[in-house]
C-alpha cells in the first residue's frame, strides 16, 4: 500500500486513480473523505487532504459544498489519456530501444506481442482450473 | 478554540539546557507552526524530552528566549492553560486512582471531553478504580496517552506514550490520535523513537540528536530524499562516486551505499544499465544513517573484504 | 483565581487525603484516650494526654506529600507553580483553620464535662486554656501551619537539590542550633533565656511561630518556582 519510495500524497492520489480507471470509482459517485482516507491508510489527514486536492486541482474530482468529493464527469477517459501517454513513455520506447538493440524487427515484436498474449492467458486459465 | 491554523505558535532562539556535565540542548532555535503533527524524533538521550520540558515551563533553559503563543511560558497560566505535556515518567498522587486523575484533568483542560476518556479506557482496558501506583507500565502509559488525547489542549505533547504498551494498545493510540485530530484540529508534538511506527502520521519532522536540531523539514519532503543502490562493489562506488554517502556497507564483493538525494529518471536508468538495485531509504533508516557515521571508503578497484556489522 | 480554587479542588479529589484521614486521626486519637482513662483507676489527679497533636504531625506528611506527588503532577495540569503554591497552602489554610476551632470547641465541652467525666486533659491544655478564645485557635491554628511548612520547604529542598540539598539543611541547622548554645554558654545567658521562655505567653509564642511560618512560606515558595517536577 503505502511505500517509502515516494511521498505519500501523491500515492493517494495514484490509488483513487486506479479506482476510477478500473471502475470500482464510477463517474459522479462520492469518494470516501480525507479523514476516512487518514484513517484506513493510517496517515496524517492534512497529507490525505493533499492527495485529493490534487485530483481537485486536476479536475478529476470536484467538491459538492457541505456533501462532499465526487468523481468528476469525463475522469475516467482523462486517466486513460495520460496513463497511455505514460505506458508509451514508460514501457514502449525502452521496448523499441531494446528491440531495435537486438535487431528484432516491427513483425517480429508484433508477433511476440500475440505470443505473449496466448502464453498470458495460458497461465491464467490453468491458474484458475 | 481559537483558530488552530498555520500561523507560529512556537518560536525558540538559542536555547542551551546544560545540566551538570551534559548539554542537553545546545543553541537550537526553531518555530512550531499550528495545526500540524509533529514528529518530534531522536535517540534516548538526544534532548526530546528536555525540550518539550523548556517548552512548556516545566524545566528552565540555561540561555535563550522561548514565546508559546506570543508570550514567554513560564509561571504563565493563559498559556499554560492551552498545553498540555504529560511526561513518559509522569507522577501521580499516591492515593490516585485513574478516575481520579481524569477528574483533575477536567478540572484544568477546558475543552476535556469526559465520554471520549471513557471510550479510550475502555478501548485500553484500564482499571479506573485501581491505584495509579499499582498499575502496570503498559496501563501507567494509557493514563497519559488518555489524558493527552481527551484534554483536546490546543499544543499537546506526546513523551514516548508507548511504553509498555503492546502493539494493539499502540495502534488504538494512533488510530484514535488519527481519527480525533481529524475532527479536533490542533497542534501534537509526539515524541518517539519508534519512527516506523509514526511516519506515515506527521506532517512536519524535527529530528534531534545530541542536543542540535538535525533535521526540520516537512515529512513529504523527506520521503524518498534518500536510497539506498545495492550491487558489485566497483560498480556502486562508480554510480555513488561524486554523491553525497550516508553510509557504506559491504559484504564479499557486494556493497550497500545509501546516498543522500532524490534519483532522477536518468538516474534511475543508469543504476539499471549498471545492473544496480535501488531501494527506497524509510524515515527511520534515513535518520539512522544520518545520525551515524558513514563507515570506511569503498575503493573502486574492489570492495571491502571484512563484513561490517549493520546498526 | 478560578485555577487556584482548582487547584484546591483537585487536592479534594481523593477526600480521604485532607479532610477523612484527618478525621479518622482525631476520633481514633480521642476514643484511645478516652480508653485509656476509663482503664486507669481515676481518683487521682488530672491525666494529661499528647493525643491531640497526632493530626498535626499528619499535616507534616501530608505537606511532604503535597510537594513530592502533587506538585509533578499539577505540572502535567498545566497549573503554574504560584498557582499550585497558593491553592495548595490556601486549602490547607481552611482545613487547618477549622481544626483548630474544633479543638477549641472541644475544649470548651472537655471543661464543661469536667475532663469527659475522667477528669481528663487532651484539648483544654492549661497553658493555653486561659486565653482568650481568638488567641487558642490562632494558636493551633499557626502550629499546624508551620509543621506544614516545614514538611513542605523540606519537600522542596530535597525536590530541587535531593540528598545533598537535605545533607547540607541539616548541618546548617545544626550549626546553628550548637552556635547559639555555644554562645547562650559562653555568655552566661542561660538565666536569661530561661526567664524569656517563662515569659512567653500563648499569643507571643503564636507570633514567633507565624513569623517563622512566613519565613518557611517565603523561602518554599522562592524554592518552589525554580523547582522542576
Known amino acids: 500500500m503505502i511505500d517509502e519510495s515516494r511521498p505519500i500524497f501523491m500515492q493517494i492520489a495514484e490509488l483513487i486513480e486506479n479506482d476510477i480507471v478500473d471502475g470500482a470509482l464510477a463517474e459522479e459517485s462520492q469518494v470516501p473523505s480525507t479523514n476516512e482516507f487518514a484513517a484506513f491508510y493510517r496517515i496524517n489527514p492534512a497529507t490525505a487532504a493533499k492527495g485529493v486536492n490534487r485530483l481537485v486541482d486536476e479536475g478529476i474530482l470536484y467538491k459538492k459544498r457541505g456533501i462532499g468529493m465526487f468523481v468528476a464527469n469525463g475522469a475516467r477517459a482523462l486517466l486513460v489519456d495520460r496513463r497511455r501517454e505514460e505506458f508509451f513513455r514508460q514501457y514502449v520506447q525502452p521496448l523499441a530501444r531494446e528491440a531495435r538493440k537486438l535487431g528484432i524487427g516491427k513483425e517480429q515484436l508484433a508477433q511476440m506481442l500475440s505470443r505473449s498474449e496466448t502464453e498470458t492467458e495460458t497461465t491464467e486459465r490453468s491458474v484458475a482450473q | ?311 | ?229
Open chain 2, 1 to 311: 478554540m481559537t483558530d488552530p491554523g498555520e500561523s507560529t505558535i512556537i518560536e525558540i532562539r538559542n536555547v542551551t539546557k546544560r545540566y551538570k556535565d551534559t548539554t542537553a540542548l545546545d543553541d537550537v532555535s526553531l518555530k512550531i507552526d499550528g495545526g500540524k503533527i509533529y514528529g518530534l524524533l531522536g535517540r534516548n538521550g538526544a534532548g526530546k524530552t528536555t525540550l518539550m520540558s523548556v517548552l512548556t515551563a516545566q524545566g528552565f533553559q540555561t540561555s535563550g528566549e522561548i514565546r508559546v503563543f506570543g508570550e514567554p511560558p513560564y509561571e504563565n497560566d493563559r498559556v499554560l492553560s492551552r498545553i498540555c505535556f504529560i511526561r513518559e515518567s509522569q507522577k501521580y498522587p499516591d492515593d490516585f486512582n485513574a478516575e481520579q486523575a481524569f477528574a483533575s484533568a477536567a478540572l484544568f483542560f477546558s475543552n476535556w471531553d469526559k465520554a471520549f476518556a471513557q471510550r479510550l479506557a475502555d478501548d485500553f482496558q484500564l482499571p479506573l478504580k485501581r491505584r495509579i501506583k499499582k498499575l502496570s507500565r503498559g496501563q501507567l502509559s494509557a493514563v497519559g496517552v488518555i489524558i493527552g488525547l481527551a484534554s483536546r489542549a490546543e499544543l499537546t505533547f506526546f513523551d514516548e506514550p508507548y511504553l509498555g504498551l503492546d502493539a494493539v494498545a499502540r495502534q488504538i493510540f494512533y488510530d484514535r490520535l488519527v481519527e480525533d485530530y481529524s475532527e479536533h484540529q490542533r497542534t501534537i508534538i509526539l515524541s518517539s523513537h519508534l519512527i516506523d511506527e509514526v511516519a506515515n502520521l506527521l506532517e512536519h519532522v524535527i529530528v534531534i540528536d545530541k542536543g542540535k536540531i538535525m533535521i526540520d523539514d516537512d515529512a513529504e519532503a523527506i520521503r524518498g530524499s534518500a536510497f539506498t543502490v545495492v550491487g558489485t562493489g566497483t560498480r556502486v562506488a562508480a554510480f555513488t562516486a561524486g554523491r553525497e554517502i550516508l553510509h557504506r556497507e559491504s559484504l564479499a564483493s557486494l556493497a550497500s551505499v545509501t546516498v543522500q538525494g532524490r534519483l532522477s529518471e536518468a538516474g534511475r536508468a543508469e543504476a539499471a544499465e549498471l545492473g544496480l538495485e535501488v531501494a527506497p531509504v524509510s524515515l527511520q533508516q534515513l535518520i539512522v544513517r544520518r545520525t551515524m557515521d558513514p563507515g570506511p571508503e569503498l575503493s573502486m578497484n574492489g570492495a571491502a573484504t571484512e563484513l561490517e556489522v549493520s546498526p
Open chain 3, 1 to 229: 483565581m478560578n485555577r487556584i480554587v482548582n487547584v484546591a479542588r483537585m487536592q479534594l479529589i481523593n477526600k480521604w487525603t485532607f479532610l477523612g484521614i484527618p478525621a479518622v486521626i482525631l476520633a481514633g486519637a480521642f476514643l484511645v484516650t478516652y480508653l485509656i482513662w476509663v482503664l486507669i483507676p481515676d481518683g487521682g489527679p488530672t491525666v494529661y494526654s499528647g493525643a491531640a497533636q497526632a493530626v498535626m504531625w499528619y499535616f507534616l506528611a501530608l505537606g511532604i506529600q503535597s510537594l513530592t506527588l502533587t506538585f509533578p503532577f499539577s505540572q502535567a495540569m498545566s497549573v503554574s507553580r504560584r498557582t499550585f503554591y497558593i491553592g495548595t497552602v490556601g486549602l490547607f489554610a481552611v482545613v487547618a483553620l477549622a481544626i483548630s476551632v474544633l479543638y477549641y470547641i472541644l475544649g470548651l465541652i472537655e471543661v464543661a464535662t469536667n475532663g469527659w467525666g475522667q477528669n481528663g486533659q487532651l484539648y483544654a491544655l492549661g497553658w493555653v486554656a486561659g486565653s482568650h478564645a481568638v488567641v487558642q485557635i490562632l494558636f493551633y491554628f499557626i502550629a499546624m501551619l508551620a509543621l506544614f511548612m516545614v514538611g513542605f520547604w523540606f519537600a522542596t529542598i530535597y525536590k530541587r537539590w535531593r540528598a545533598t540539598g537535605m545533607l547540607i539543611v541539616w548541618i546548617a541547622i545544626a550549626l546553628v542550633l550548637l552556635g547559639l548554645v555555644a554562645l547562650t554558654t559562653w555568655q552566661g545567658w542561660w538565666p536569661a533565656v530561661g526567664a524569656w521562655f517563662v515569659a512567653q505567653t500563648p499569643l507571643s509564642v503564636s507570633g514567633w511561630v507565624a513569623l517563622f511560618c512566613a519565613a518557611l512560606a517565603a523561602g518554599s515558595y522562592l524554592t518552589l518556582r525554580r523547582a522542576e517536577p
